[in-house]
C-alpha cells in the first residue's frame, strides 16, 4: 500500500465575491509534478442579478486547464475562436500551448437567475517538447463524459484522462494521464493500484473519506510517497474526489502569473509575445 506523506488543507483565498480555496500552491506545497495550481471556487449561491465568475480575458501559455463544474455554469471563449457553456457536471479541457488568450465568465443565464456555483480548475505543466504546441480546447457536457460504476453503483465515476476498469477517457491527453472525478455515496468503497513511479493527484471536493485506513476531511489534498501501488478509498459521507496520475516529468519549470515555462528567459518572451499581438486577436 502506498503511504500518505503529508495531508494538505486548503487555504481560503476569495476572488472578488466568489468564494475560493486552493490546496496548491501554498506554504506548505509548492506542486506535485505535473500537477501545479488547483483553485476550488464554491460552494456558494449567488443571488438573481450578479456579477458571475471575475475571469475575462486574461492570456495563458505552457500550460494545460481541466475545468470542473459541480453547480452553475462558465461561458469559455478564447482568441482561437472556441466558445461554449458547460453546466453541471460538465468539463472543460483547455491546452494553452504557444499561447491564447481566454475567459471563463458565467453565462448571462446564470448573471440573470442566480443559483448555486462549485468549480475548480486544475493546471497541468506540458513538458517541455509540448509547450509551444497548438492551443486546444474541448468542452463536454455531463452526457458526453464516459461512467462506469464500482462497488455495486455506490461508487460512480467520470472517466477523463486515460483508462480504468476498461473504460475510456473522455479526453485524449498531450502526456500519459489518468484522471476521473468519483462521486462516492457513504460507505461506498474501491482501491486502485497506481505504478510506484507515478504522481497522484487526490483532492476530496465534499464529504470524508477513509484513505488507506485515514480519515480525512472534505478540502484537503492527499500527498503520497512513491513507495507502493495500491490505495483504498472508503467514504465516510457522500463525497466526491478527484484522482489523477501521471509520471512526474522531472523538468526545471518556472511559473509566472499566467504562464508556465521552464527558463526566466522563456516567461520574458511569453510577456513580449502577448503584448506583440501573438495569443491571437480578442474579438468577443
Known amino acids: 500500500m502506498r503511504s500518505i506523506k503529508k495531508i494538505h488543507e486548503a487555504e481560503y483565498r476569495p476572488i472578488a465575491d466568489l468564494v475560493?480555496?486552493?490546496?496548491?500552491?501554498?506554504?506548505?506545497?509548492?506542486h506535485i509534478d505535473?500537477?501545479?495550481?488547483l483553485n476550488h471556487h464554491g460552494f456558494q449561491t449567488y443571488s438573481?442579478?450578479?456579477?458571475?465568475?471575475?475571469?475575462?480575458?486574461?492570456p495563458h501559455r505552457g500550460m494545460e486547464t481541466v475545468t470542473f463544474i459541480?453547480?452553475?455554469?462558465?461561458?469559455?471563449?478564447?482568441?482561437?475562436?472556441?466558445?461554449?457553456?458547460?453546466?453541471?457536471?460538465?468539463?472543460?479541457?483547455?491546452t494553452a500551448g504557444s499561447g491564447l488568450i481566454h475567459s471563463e465568465v458565467s453565462s448571462a443565464e446564470f448573471k440573470k437567475n442566480g443559483g448555486d456555483l462549485e468549480i475548480l480548475q486544475l493546471w497541468l505543466n506540458l513538458p517541455s517538447d509540448k509547450k509551444m504546441m497548438k492551443p486546444s480546447y474541448i468542452g463536454l457536457q455531463k452526457p458526453e463524459i464516459p461512467t462506469f460504476e464500482l462497488d455495486g453503483g455506490k461508487v460512480k465515476v467520470q472517466q477523463l484522462f486515460g483508462a480504468w476498469e476498461g473504460t475510456k477517457?473522455?479526453?485524449?491527453?498531450?502526456?500519459?494521464i489518468t484522471m476521473s472525478t468519483i462521486y462516492l455515496e457513504k460507505g461506498g468503497k474501491f482501491e486502485k493500484?497506481?505504478?510506484?513511479?507515478?504522481?497522484?493527484?487526490?483532492?476530496i471536493v465534499?464529504?470524508?473519506?477513509?484513505?488507506?485506513?485515514?480519515?480525512?476531511?472534505?478540502?484537503?489534498?492527499?500527498?503520497?510517497?512513491?513507495?507502493?501501488?495500491?490505495i483504498e478509498v472508503e467514504a465516510s459521507e457522500d463525497s466526491i474526489l478527484i484522482l489523477g496520475n501521471a509520471a512526474s516529468f522531472k523538468e526545471p519549470m518556472v511559473a509566472q502569473g499566467p504562464f508556465v515555462m521552464n527558463t526566466h528567459k522563456q516567461i520574458r518572451?511569453?510577456?513580449?509575445?502577448?503584448?506583440?499581438?501573438?495569443?491571437?486577436?480578442?474579438t468577443h
Not at 505535473?34 to 495550481?37: L, Q, R, S, V, Y
Not at 453547480?71 to 458547460?86: K, L
Not at 518572451?269 to 486577436?281: I, R, V
Open 48 to 58: 438573481a442579478n450578479n456579477q458571475g465568475l471575475p475571469f475575462g480575458p486574461h
Open 169 to 176: 477517457g473522455a479526453f485524449e491527453g498531450n502526456f500519459p
Open 34 to 37: 505535473p500537477f501545479i495550481f
Open 206 to 230: 465534499r464529504g470524508e473519506l477513509k484513505v488507506n485506513a485515514q480519515e480525512i476531511q472534505f478540502r484537503h489534498l492527499v500527498e503520497f510517497e512513491n513507495n507502493g501501488e495500491k
Open 193 to 203: 493500484s497506481i505504478p510506484t513511479s507515478d504522481a497522484i493527484f487526490f483532492y
Open 20 to 30: 475560493t480555496y486552493s490546496p496548491m500552491p501554498t506554504r506548505s506545497l509548492d
Open 70 to 94: 459541480l453547480e452553475g455554469d462558465i461561458m469559455h471563449m478564447d482568441s482561437s475562436g472556441h466558445e461554449s457553456v458547460i453546466g453541471p457536471g460538465g468539463v472543460q479541457y483547455m
Open 269 to 282: 518572451e511569453a510577456y513580449d509575445d502577448y503584448q506583440a499581438g501573438k495569443f491571437g486577436t480578442w
